[in-house]
């Protein structure tokens, strides 16, 4: 069983940085596809960033220029650094790792800029 854990949530200031991290256990992790989804109160989860087993790095345009997802196989890690943070970027954040039709999320990591 493949479990997710994320941290490196917090409250920040607008411009602010941080840098999440998800560690994984179980499986393997070069063959999973991991990406970063959020939620924000009283909207739909959304698509963050993903990265591919080969490292292929996608984005989506909101995050695009300030969010950089990578990953480390070795350590069995996906990182989310994030710069130039906006209100709008409050939400919680969740690691997901994929692998054929097999699908595992962590339980997220609350990420909250003031303004």
């Known amino acids: 069983q493949v479990q997710l854990v994320e941290s490196g949530g917090g409250l920040v200031q607008a411009g602010a940085s941080l840098r999440l991290s998800c560690a994984a256990s179980?499986?393997?992790?070069?063959?999973?596809?991991m990406g970063w989804f959020r939620q924000a109160p009283g909207k739909e989860r959304e698509f963050v960033a993903a990265?591919?087993?080969?490292?292929?790095?996608t984005h989506a345009d909101s995050v695009k220029d300030r969010f950089t997802i990578s990953r480390d196989n070795a350590k069995k890690t996906v990182s989310l650094q994030m710069n130039s943070l906006k209100p709008e970027d409050t939400a919680v954040y969740f690691c997901?790792?994929?692998?054929?039709?097999?699908?595992?999320w962590g339980q997220g990591t609350q990420v909250t800029v003031s303004s």
């Open positions: 997901r790792a994929v692998a054929g039709i097999s699908s595992y």
């Open positions: 179980g499986g393997t992790f070069s063959s999973f596809a």
């Open positions: 990265i591919s087993r080969s490292s292929d790095a």
